[in-house]
């Protein structure tokens, strides 16, 4: 089963406004990740939040974290037509050696 | 460029047969991931290697097996192929184990089994 799940799964908004996904998992966890995947394209790695953040920014993304909730959320400022991709949310599981990604939200952006 | 070379990008087979999916993870990076994202899911976790040595395991079907090489590379091998199988194959490595860094991905391996 998985760990994380996205919502929603798929967004379209218009070029400029801000996007904003979320991800809920079941256990504790030691970080969060957030990863982007163009079309076929291999994952990359947008930001890390510690279990013991709350929140963290990275030029125009904000991610949220709520342990006691067991939910991020991953905020896109002024979205722009090349942030078009899928964004999963990755975490661990108990703290162990496995990396367990979601299902990902589509993020289409529209011009 | 990610640094991790996984080959061959693309691979048809038939059902039934036997394929070897191969990943070199960046320099210096001593924890290899495998992954499989079939169409519209996520991507499943297969099988983590750390300095050679397995340290997780996800949902792998008896008929997959991996190792991590001395020099650090790995090896995904498929046997017994089922249509179902077809999938893309990633390959993601790190420099430690553990969710303690980002993973860096490949480009993938794209089967496609008939």
């Known amino acids: 089963s998985q760990q994380g799940e996205e919502d929603p799964q798929a967004l379209s908004i218009q070029e400029g406004e801000n996007a904003t996904m979320n991800c809920s998992y079941k256990?504790?966890?030691?970080?969060l990740q957030w990863y982007r995947q163009n079309s076929g394209r291999g994952l990359v790695h947008l930001i890390l939040?510690?279990?013991?953040?709350r929140e963290k920014h990275s030029g125009r993304l904000r991610v949220t974290l709520d342990t006691s909730k067991k939910s991020s959320s991953l905020l896109i400022t002024a979205s722009r037509a090349a942030d078009t991709a899928s964004y999963f949310c990755?975490?661990?599981?108990?703290?162990?050696?496995?990396?367990?990604f979601g299902k990902g939200t589509r993020l289409h952006i529209l011009p | 460029d990610s640094g991790v070379t996984q080959t061959p990008k693309h691979l048809i087979t038939a059902t039934g047969q036997r394929v070897t999916l191969r990943c070199s993870p960046r320099?210096?990076?001593?924890?290899v991931y495998w992954y499989q994202q079939s169409l519209d899911q996520g991507l499943q976790f297969l099988i983590q290697?750390?300095?050679?040595?397995?340290?997780a395991k996800g949902n792998i079907l008896e008929r997959f097996s991996a190792q991590q090489f001395p020099d650090l590379h790995s090896e995904l091998n498929l046997s017994s192929l089922e249509l179902g199988d077809s999938a893309l194959y990633f390959c993601?490595?790190?420099?430690?184990?553990?969710?303690?860094?980002?993973?860096?991905f490949g480009e993938g391996s794209r089967l496609t089994v008939l």
């Open positions: 990755a975490t661990d599981v108990n703290g162990d050696d496995k990396i367990i």
């Open positions: 320099s210096g990076d001593l924890s």
């Open positions: 993601a490595s790190s420099r430690w184990t553990g969710n303690t860094g980002e993973l860096f």
């Open positions: 256990t504790s966890i030691n970080n």
């Open positions: 939040i510690r279990s013991n953040e």
């Open positions: 290697y750390y300095n050679g040595e397995e340290r």
